[in-house]
């Protein structure tokens, strides 16, 4: 059983910044892919960055350059630095994993998100 439980989403004026965190519990490795995507209402969810298991990064274009993607050292906790904050990027983030276990099994999990406003 895998569990993500997001947190440090909140209230930040245009051009700020926040740190949100991703804390994942039970069978999980530091060779998992994960990434952060959001949500924003009445909209699909999409995504904003990940990270695979080589430490490769895609970011989507609308935060390139403003948001940072990042693990600590078994890739338990998994971290999205946001800085230069706009309204479009207001939204529910959401923490994803993907666990590949022996032989050829994948396994997708989702935090329950947390919700950043950008506003002045």
């Known amino acids: 059983q895998v569990q993500l439980m997001e947190s440090g989403g909140g209230l930040v004026q245009p051009g700020g910044s926040l740190r949100l965190s991703c804390a994942a519990t039970?069978?999980?490795?530091?060779?998992?892919?994960v990434g952060w995507y959001r949500q924003a209402p009445g909209e699909p969810r999409e995504l904003v960055a990940t990270l695979n298991s080589l430490g490769r990064i895609k970011y989507a274009d609308s935060v390139k350059g403003r948001f940072t993607i990042s693990g600590d050292n078994d890739k338990s906790t998994v971290y999205l630095q946001m800085h230069n904050l706009k309204p479009e990027d207001t939204g529910v983030y959401f923490c994803?994993?993907?666990?590949?276990?022996?032989?050829?099994?994948?396994?997708?999990?989702w935090g329950q998100g947390t919700q950043v406003t950008v506003s002045s």
């Open positions: 994803w994993r993907e666990v590949r276990t022996w032989p050829d099994h994948e396994y997708e999990y």
């Open positions: 039970g069978n999980i490795f530091s060779t998992d892919d």
